[in-house]
Each structure stands twice: as C-alpha cells, then as structure tokens.
C-alpha cells in the first residue's frame, strides 16, 4: 500500500507493539502471549500490504479549520485516485475533485508538485537507505522493522494491558489498553516526542490479528519546531479497519484532530478525515494464515 497513506496503521502497529511490554496476564483476561501477539499482527499487516501491491483506491481528504465558537469556520476537501505501490516503492494518485467539482489542470500541477516535495522530503529522512536494507537482511522475522524503526526500540515505549475481549460484527477481539512507559529511552525526533506521549486503547481482530481500531490521545503537549513552531496541546487519533474477507483488511477512516498555539501564539484547532474506498485489486495471490495452527481465536 502506498507509504503517503500508512500513517495510520504504522501508528496502530506503534501502539500493538507495546503489548509486548506486558507482562503478567491478570485473573479473567484473555491469556494471550503479547509478544506473540505483535509478531502475528505485523506479520498480518505485511502480508495485506503486499497483497495490495500495484491497487487503486479512492482516499479524500477533509480538513477542518475549527472558530473558537466550535463551528467549523473553513472546510477543505479534496479526492484523490490512488495507486499502491508495490514493496519499498511509492505509489502515485491524482487530484480528481476540490470541494465537489472537477479539479483543474492547474490544481491537478500543483498537487502533483507538492506530492513531489513530499516525496522528495522522504527520501532526505530516509537516508540511511542501505543501512536499512542491510538490517533488513539481519533478524527480520525476530525483530522486524515498523516504519523507520525495529520494533524492538518501539516495545520499550508503552504499557500495555490486556483488558478483555469483544466481538465486534461477529469477530472476537482483543482489547488493550496503553499508555507511555516512564522508562521509555529519550525521544530523538518529533515522532518519537509523539510516541512517548500517546495513550488510549486498542482492538486486536483475533482471527486476522489486523488493527480492527485504535483511539488515541496525547497525554502532554507536543511542540513542534521547523517551518511554522507549533505546540500541540492536545490531540486525538482515530482509526478504523475493516475486514473485505480472505483475511484481507482496509483502512477505512484516519481522523486527527489538533489543538494548541503556534510560535506567533495563533489558535490552532484543526482536524483532517482520510476517507478509503473503491478498491480495486489487479494481482489475485495465494493467501496465507496468519493464526497458530490448531487455533483460530488466540495466541498461544
């Protein structure tokens, strides 16, 4: 699936992953291995995202400038024809709608341009491109990479609790709760600043072990520094997947909404949407079981 667009499941395999600092199984939970757990879930999440390779879909865009009154005092929406790319590669889209009409030519240029510095602005981050390639080579299965991270550097920076299970549309769950790890290392870059601050609570699908959803929120600011400084106040993530059978999943929203005050003390309280739809899949393959063998419903 293309990269632009995995911010929300990376973050929801950020907050799966801490269920390996977990411990101890209270009385009445589910007893489930959480280390076991978070290999099966990005285990689960490569194999759908490669299943995906070389698909489009449709993602629009919303964003919600918010009045102090709590009205909405600008709304910005945009739809996008997205194609996946396929492995480490980017994928493309095209602006095909602003504000419900037709986008122009123009529009259509300089969304393609500032698709182009994001891209560029990308590669600059990921520099360190060979090395990366050459980890990847090195313990992969034991202690995978999630985004620009191992997981192992990501399970140290929350607590997790396995709380219950839930059935959800007729799907057992698993429900974890998480919240930053005092001990966590030091953050090094504004992502990290993100990580070590966010908590809420998760669904784990028990049969796929996909991120069936995740509600999330800062539990202290968050300042932002390059361009425009931002100090986020407060911020709440939202994400929902949703199963298309074949043990394959979607994403189907992405909400984030921010608060807070920017260097020249403006108000910010803005929020975007990421809608997914209309997917459209080229390359048919044979899937594989992601579960235990001889288990359907939990983690050994």
Known sequence: MDKRFATGAAVCLALAAGAAGADAVPPGLPDVDARELVKRVVKSQRRVEAAFAG?????????????????????????FYVLSGDGDAEGSRELVE??????TEDEKRRAAEEDERGRKRRLVENAAGEARRADKVSGDEDDPLVGRRRLSELIGRFVIRVVGEETVEGRPAYVLDFSPDP???????????ALNALAGRAL?????????????????????AGGIAVNVKEAEIVYTGQPLGGNLWFPCVVELRLTGKTALFFRLDTSFRFEFANLRRFRVDTESDVRPA????SVQ
Request: hydrophobic share 40%; charged share 25%; net charge positive.
């Open 294 to 297: 001889g288990n359907q419903g």
């Open 98 to 103: 602003l504000d419900g009409r037709s986008a």
């Open 204 to 224: 784990i699908d028990a049969v796929d072990f996909q991120v069936r959803s995740v509600v999330a929120h800062l539990t202290k600011p968050v300042k932002v």
């Open 55 to 79: 698909s489009t879909f449709d993602q629009r865009e919303v964003r919600i400038t918010w009045g102090a009154g709590g009205r909405a005092k600008e709304v910005a929406s945009r739809l």
């Open 183 to 193: 001990g966590a290392a030091p953050a090094k870059s504004v992502g990290d600043r």
